[in-house]
């Protein structure tokens, strides 16, 4: 009898594992998931290479011409010739260069405050949660009061204090600062309920027992061992937290205390034109309106899907 040599099988990569998980057949079945990525994904990356995108830089006063106002889209100016494919503003900025830059302001707000609430926020619910006792009863007393409040409430108000504080000439720097911080504090609860109800399943089991065993200390437990098991759920709050928070700035800024001028998000630019809508110069309005619904109803869409899929029991 001959051997015959068994070839080896080769170890698969780890994109074949990826197209292999039951998370990429589920986003594969779901029209709506893929969709949402899709707009999604098409919007953040216009935003983020908008330098490159826009034709023109709507933020540079030499690259503007005022005869070019009130252009209507697709039409020739009556006075310069000049076209535009979403029209002009009332000082000749290109509406569509407007909306790429100010979808950076909005983009860049909206994650750095869902950061900010989710190391907030998974911080507060690790050592409720862990700790326990007078420590937990004032964490979570101090989240309820806040959750009598509607998030935009708290964000203006802390909007406004720290507006306050700042100093007058330093107020448009700092005003997106501000404003992520805002968001962020108005938003950190919902992180912290999460972690610190997952927490106090986790502490009861028996590795973290086997850990306290061995001499590790409660930070190292919290965050070396509970912390990886507790953020399946608080990836998909901050999906949903995102399309949130992106509203939420667009909200204080159309308000007027949110994003300076200099420095318009898309809020801003619907503040602007709700001015003009009465006068018939609706694509002011228009077309930024309909970027801040696709934007936020993709990422909420998706986050919606991303709950199904994680959680077995709603497939």
């Not at 992106?246 to 709700?274: K, N």
């Not at 619904?293 to 497939?315: E, I, M």
Request: with cysteine.
């Amino acid at each position: 009898m001959t051997d015959t040599a068994q070839t080896p099988t080769k170890a698969p990569t780890r994109l074949q594992r990826w197209a292999d998980s039951d998370f990429f057949y589920l986003f594969k079945r779901s029209p709506v998931a893929i969709v949402s990525f899709a707009v999604a994904l098409i919007l953040v990356l216009s935003a983020v290479f908008a330098p490159l995108i826009a034709p023109y830089n709507p933020f540079d006063p030499a690259s503007l011409n005022l005869m070019n106002g009130f252009s209507r889209p697709m039409t020739p100016n009556a006075f310069t010739g000049d076209s535009f494919w979403l029209g002009t503003d009332d000082q000749g900025r290109d509406v569509f260069s407007t909306i790429l830059y100010g979808m950076r302001i909005s983009l860049f707000v909206g994650v750095a405050a869902v950061l900010f609430a989710m190391v907030l926020g998974i911080s507060l619910g690790l050592i409720a949660g862990y700790v326990g006792g007078w420590t937990e009863t004032i964490i979570m007393r101090i989240a309820d009061v806040q959750l009598t409040f509607p998030s935009i409430l708290v964000a203006m108000l802390i909007f406004g204090i720290a507006k306050g504080v700042t100093p007058i000439e330093y107020r448009d720097q700092m005003a997106i600062w501000v404003l992520i911080i805002a968001i962020g504090l108005s938003d950190w609860v919902q992180f912290a309920r999460v972690v610190r109800g997952a927490t106090l399943v986790e502490k009861s089991k028996e590795y973290v027992q086997a850990a306290r065993l061995i001499g590790r200390s409660g930070p190292a437990i919290m965050v070396k061992h509970i912390l990886p098991n507790v953020l399946s759920p608080v990836l998909v709050i901050a999906t949903i937290s995102l399309a949130l928070a992106i509203i939420a700035e667009a909200t204080l800024s159309f308000l007027g205390v949110g994003a300076p001028p200099t420095q318009p998000s898309l809020g801003t630019l619907i503040r602007i034109g709700q001015g003009f809508l009465f006068s018939g110069e609706w694509w002011i309005l228009f077309f930024p309106a309909c970027t801040l619904l696709a934007l936020a109803l993709s990422v909420n869409l998706l986050g919606d899907w991303l709950r199904d899929a994680l959680n077995p029991r709603l497939r």
